[in-house]
């Protein structure tokens, strides 16, 4: 049992509470109540023991005239709440039983929770487990983002290709959130700048309000709860009343449903800009709301205008939010009266931007026209702060270039600090992308090796793990997973090994039966879970993992009696809708697991399975079921990657490449812990100069060259030879992403990674030694990390 917090909590009394909720909250007796019903007294009630360390937080902090962090990101990746807030709070038993005496199972209710997924994947996910982790630490925090009505897509398979549809979420009443209507704020659009004299004032032709929904986000043991702040946009005003007595109804609700379009959707591409009007409008709503907030709750303390660094401190999540530089300036000079110079430093001194990619199409530029009609003020402002970064560093990098606004420019002059997310990924901000702004501001790029939650991605995801953990070294190491390296001397204890491996054989089991339920899919246990999940994009390279699948069973056919290790290869993940081919390599991925599940020589050896709608709650149940974790993008390109992190502080050791975090990941599981393959950073520059370098590797082998023949000649298309030759022509001819050049390497690692786990003893050292080793990835460390190095900010809890 953890150390329960709520110890006034007794089971009694979390079932009077939700036989309250439900009668009052859900309007239901308990005879007619549904599993919605049910799932959401429980929430409710959850909320209740939330709000009074909430309460007390902000308490402290206005006591303490503590400094606020203020995280602002287009993407929270929530995933459920329930058994996060349970466990934070150390009532999930209470909770359990409560159910159970009530006649509903816990696993049940919680499980019809639907996902929050307003994100997309990595960036977003890291949002939420640092929004864990500055509540566990204590550090006075307000995430601010954006209420999408509709989170990240559903993907649906027909025919083995991508579908998507509308996601859902607040279909039904979201049991978290508090609705904040009097916290509305006017944010202006287009329209012209008029000069006052020294005086520049914005004439907007468009106004929306940005109307709060804050949910509490209660820390390890509650002893400490921060907001998160989301903005939904509203219609100044609701209908036209003068179109509606005219008889035109469509006329009369089109103001709002443009303003409600604002926070209608997450726009579904992960790591690839898009160039829509639409995009911008968002990212400086909920920005230009956010800050309004935050000096709102700055100026009401009493403070000078002048001191806003040292009683705030603002994270741009990536370029999404960084018209927050020119927007707080705006403020600070046209209506605080700053001088402009002061203004710029000023809000420098309180901004600070995390770089989260290099590759180039994701560097997000607006075309100046565009910026300039939407947002005309900010456009001027942009070009004072350009001239005062010339004047200022004598370099010729420039923010506003062949007509257009360079946001990570922008980013990067604005900010006082600048943080890649792991170590290779911040050396090469240094010599890549923003090489010239760093021999200008040589003190200015510095590193944050991302981390992941321990809550959520071991103690709440993982019980049979935890309980083995408990056991062995006792509890507290869910706030100081550092604590997990007092595993290693248990490592050589063959009792140890025997119930690690239960652990996950039992995982497994778990991810059998809901693979069984769901999809109607028998895997086996005893074979080797191998796992890829992570959005589909062509850097990740799926399309090597596939390929080296149908070379394996190639080997398999030829060879059906030779000493194989069974496989069951699991890919999940999803496709920006528009990305042509990452869509073509999911249809290779399940017309290649429509071929081999069927065929009866290899299946016990080999089967592909790729279950539809990959999310958070998806991510729970596959990485502790997880044997190997496949790391395979091409180097340089994965900046830090954060699900390498789940697994292998799950057990899976790493198959991958030296990319991201894993560099990092390798040296603390030990390199033995590791199955490295393929090309370097550097290596893979240098290749990408030799002429024909595709072909060379594919005519080099002979095994590459067979399975491209196979998928040519429409082995796994029923014939059909023409679906995937573009992504033929691409691995022969243009191979970017360097598939052709790892392949062989990747191959024979693999052959390794068999042989190493048929020696089951042999295996379960090597994955106890990833949990032992993955202590330093939690997210507290990182979150520690921004505090002294970028946001100067300390714990207000002890
Ligand atoms: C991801 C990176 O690809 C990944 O390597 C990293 O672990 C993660 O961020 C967290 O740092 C990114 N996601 C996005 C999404 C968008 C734009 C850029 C990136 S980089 C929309």
């Not at 859900?26 to 429980?42: C, I, Q, V």
């Not at 303003?259 to 898009?274: E, F, G, M, N, Q």
């Not at 040296?667 to 030799?690: I, M, P, Q, Y």
Request: aromatic share 10%; with cysteine.
């Amino acid at each position: 049992m953890p150390d329960t917090l709520r110890t006034d909590l007794d089971q009694p009394a979390l079932t009077q509470a939700m036989l309250r909720h439900l009668r009052s909250s859900l309007g239901k007796d308990p005879e007619h109540a549904t599993t919605y019903d049910w799932r959401m007294s429980l929430a409710l009630s959850l909320r209740d023991l939330v709000v009074e360390p909430w309460f007390a937080s902000t308490r402290r902090t206005y006591d303490a005239k503590g400094k606020r962090v203020y995280y602002l990101s287009m993407e929270f990746l929530i995933g459920r709440l329930i058994e996060d807030v349970a466990i934070n709070l150390g009532v999930e038993h209470i909770a359990a039983a409560a159910l159970a005496e009530l006649g509903q199972d816990y696993d049940r209710i919680v499980a019809d929770e639907p996902d929050a997924a307003l994100g997309n994947g990595g960036l977003g996910r890291l949002a939420a487990c640092f929004l864990d982790s500055l509540s566990t630490i204590g550090i006075p925090a307000y995430g601010y983002g954006i209420r999408y009505e509709h989170g990240l897509f559903e993907q649906h398979f027909e025919d083995g290709a991508q579908v998507e549809t509308a996601e859902k979420w607040l279909a039904q009443r979201h049991a978290w959130e508090f609705e904040r209507p009097e916290v509305s704020i006017s944010i202006h659009f287009g329209g012209y700048v008029s000069q006052c004299g020294e005086k520049s004032v914005w004439h907007s032709d468009e106004t929306v309000l940005a109307q709060a929904y804050d949910t509490p986000i209660a820390g390890w043991q509650g002893k400490w709860a921060n907001t998160l702040r989301l903005w939904a946009a509203k219609p100044v005003k609701l209908f036209d009343l003068e179109s509606f007595n005219r008889g035109d109804y469509i006329g009369a609700s089109r103001p709002e449903a443009l303003a409600r379009t604002i926070s209608r959707v997450l726009y579904p591409d992960d790591t690839t800009d898009t160039g829509k009007e639409l995009r911008l409008k968002q990212e400086y709503f909920f920005t230009a709301a956010s800050i309004q907030d935050l000096m709102r709750r700055f100026l009401a303390e009493g403070f000078e205008i002048d001191s806003l660094p040292d009683h705030v401190a603002i994270q741009l999540n990536d370029t999404h939010p960084a018209i927050a530089g020119p927007e707080l300036v705006r403020i600070l000079a046209d209506e605080h009266a700053l001088p402009m110079a002061r203004a710029i430093e000023v809000a420098r001194k309180t901004l600070a931007y995390t770089n989260h990619t290099l590759l180039p199409e994701a560097l997000e530029r607006w075309p100046e026209g565009l910026f300039a009609r939407i947002l005309p003020r900010h456009h001027r402002i942009i070009e004072i702060i350009q001239d005062a970064h010339f004047a200022a560093a004598g370099t010729k990098v420039t923010i506003i270039e062949h007509g257009q606004v360079k946001m990570g420019e922008l980013a990067f002059v604005m900010a006082h600090k600048v943080n890649g997310v792991s170590a290779l990924h911040s050396e090469l901000v240094k010599e890549t992308v923003f090489h010239d702004l760093h021999t200008a501001y040589p003190d200015r790029i510095i590193n944050q090796t991302n981390g992941i939650t321990p809550r959520r991605w071991l103690y709440s995801c993982n019980p049979a793990l935890r309980a083995l953990i408990d056991d062995t070294i006792g509890q507290g190491w869910a706030a100081d997973l550092e604590r997990l390296s007092e595993l290693r001397s248990s490592v050589e204890d063959a009792a140890f090994r025997e119930a690690y491996r239960a652990a996950k054989r039992s995982n497994k089991e778990r991810l059998a039966e809901w693979l069984k339920a769901r999809d109607r899919i028998t895997v086996n246990p005893d074979a080797m879970f191998d796992t890829q999940i992570k959005r589909i994009h062509e850097y990740k390279r799926q399309l090597m993992n596939i390929l080296e699948t149908i070379a394996l069973w190639n080997d398999i056919r030829d060879d059906p009696n030779g000493d194989w290790t069974p496989r069951v290869k699991i890919f999940g993940g999803k496709a920006a809708p528009g990305y042509v081919m990452a869509k073509s390599i999911i249809h290779l991925i399940n017309d290649v697991a429509k071929m081999l599940n069927a065929d009866p020589t290899t299946r016990d050896l080999l089967q592909v399975v790729y279950p539809e709608n990959y999310n958070v709650s998806m991510a729970e149940l596959l990485i502790p079921a997880s044997d190997l974790s496949e790391q395979i993008s091409t180097a340089g390109k994965e900046a830090s990657g954060t699900g390498n992190m789940k697994l292998s502080l799950n057990g899976s050791p790493t198959i991958g490449t030296l990319d991201g975090a894993n560099v990092e990941i390798r040296d603390h599981v030990g390199v033995e812990n590791f199955f490295l393959f393929g090309l370097t950073a550097r290596d893979v520059t240098k290749r990408r100069s030799v002429p024909g370098f595709a072909r060379a590797a594919i005519e080099a082998s002979p095994r590459l060259a067979r399975v491209l023949g196979q998928i040519a000649d429409g082995t796994f298309s029923g014939g059909d030879s023409d679906r995937y030759a573009a992504l033929l022509h691409n691995v022969w001819d243009h191979d970017y992403f360097l598939v052709t050049c790892d392949f062989d390497s990747y191959f024979n690692t693999q052959r390794e990674v068999d042989g190493v786990y048929r020696d089951p003893e042999a295996w379960t050292r090597m994955a106890a030694l990833n949990t032992a080793g993955m202590g330093w990835f939690s997210s507290d460390r990182t979150i520690r990390g921004y505090a002294s190095d970028i946001w100067n900010v300390r714990p207000l809890v002890v």
